[in-house]
T-cell receptor
Framework: AQSVSQHNHHVILSEAASLELGCNYS??????LFWYVQYPGQHLQLLLKYFSGDPLVKGIKGFEAEFIKSKFSFNLRKPSVQWSDTAEYFCAVSPWDNAGNMLTFGGGTRLMVKP | KAGVTQTPRYLIKTRGQQVTLSCSPI?????VSWYQQTPGQGLQFLFE???????NKGNFPGRFSGRQFSNSRSEMNVSTLELGDSALYLC??????????????FGQGTRLTVV
């Protein structure tokens, strides 16, 4: 069975600060990797995804993530956060060899950006 | 195009009762997954249906069941409700298993409160 760890449960930043949220996973095989965001009162939305290829992936709203296979990590980054980035962020994995869509989520990181 | 639609948005039930939640996927999506979101346990995978068949199952008791209809709409049923079943239940649809490795799109969720 796979598991996902997000090390930071709460993060508070000022606008224009840089962001890095950690995500590590445990699984014996190849995985697909995702970052989802949940803005207050809204549904989960995909920020970015990694299936294969270039380990540095770019998503929406200026977010990017880097897959480091040797470290089982998929950290999310943004060079300069905005107040509108205040949300909860979830890292998730699914087994690459499973034809279905079965996500295992991390515990989430609540980000608050102070204006 | 229309997103994933879940009904109802809010439900209040009494312990011991049963409840049925509904999910209409994005048009063309044949995979529907269900997740439970609670403050204590986070987001947990319940099960996934594809072409009316359960393809994957999480680690939940048999009181949690689901089904999928020929139009890909899905229902989730929880019998003999317990207080601990109070949660946000999320439905997600995707093209997974249709020759594409792709992400899940989430609905707004159904907030179930058991009293």
């Amino acid at each position: 069975a796979q598991s996902v760890s997000q090390h930071n449960h709460h993060v508070i930043l000022s606008e224009a600060a840089s962001l890095e949220l950690g995500c590590n996973y445990s699984y014996g095989g190849t995985v697909n990797l995702f970052w989802y965001v949940q803005y207050p009162g809204q549904h989960l939305q995909l920020l970015l995804k990694y299936f294969s290829g270039d380990p540095l992936v770019k998503g929406i709203k200026g977010f990017e993530a880097e897959f480091i296979k040797s470290k089982f990590s998929f950290n999310l980054r943004k060079p300069s956060v905005q107040w509108s980035d205040t949300a909860e962020y979830f890292c998730a994995v699914s087994p690459w060899d499973n034809a279905g869509n079965m996500l295992t989520f991390g515990g989430g990181t609540r980000l608050m950006v102070k204006p | 195009k229309a997103g994933v639609t879940q009904t109802p948005r809010y439900l209040i039930k009494t312990r011991g009762q049963q409840v049925t939640l509904s999910c209409s996927p994005i048009s063309g999506h044949r995979s529907v997954s269900w997740y439970q979101q609670t403050p204590g346990q986070g987001l947990q995978f319940l099960f996934e249906y594809f072409s009316e068949t359960q393809r994957n199952k999480g680690n939940f008791p048999g009181r949690f069941s689901g089904r999928q209809f020929s139009n890909s709409r899905s229902e989730m049923n929880v019998s003999t409700l317990e207080l601990g079943d109070s949660a946000l239940y999320l439905c997600a649809s995707s093209l997974a298993g249709q020759g594409l490795n792709t992400e899940a799109f989430f609905g707004q969720g159904t907030r179930l409160t058991v009293v």
